[in-house]
């Protein structure tokens, strides 16, 4: 098995956990996303499935914010910008009160 069936399995393998910890039978997240049971057993067996029904589960299992970071552009695009970017406030220490 390779790292792309790795990474499928364990993310068929996540969202039957999630499932279950919803308390949710396979017929009933199928309902639930408009896709068939069968659909939802091979996508927790192998992880695969369209984007599209990965989508409908995840949302139905209130996943589906990740998607939204997905294909999000990186936030430099060279390590110039990176350290052109003014650098994060440093941390300061309290001062120790003197006593009187």
Do not use: C, W
């Not at 396979?26 to 695969?48: I, K, M, N, S």
């Not at 998607?67 to 350290?83: G, S």
């Amino acid at each position: 098995m390779d790292a792309y069936d790795t990474t499928l399995r364990g993310l068929g393998q996540r969202a039957r956990e999630l499932r279950i910890r919803h308390e949710l039978r396979h017929d009933e997240l199928a309902t639930r996303a408009g896709l068939a049971p069968g659909t939802v057993l091979r996508f927790e067996r192998t992880g695969r499935a369209s984007i599209e029904n990965v989508l409908r589960i995840a949302s139905v299992l209130g996943a589906d914010d990740a998607f939204a970071a997905l294909f999000a552009p990186p936030k430099y695009r060279t390590l110039d910008e990176a350290l052109a970017q003014p650098a994060a406030a440093t941390r300061q220490r309290v001062r120790t009160r003197r006593r009187p």
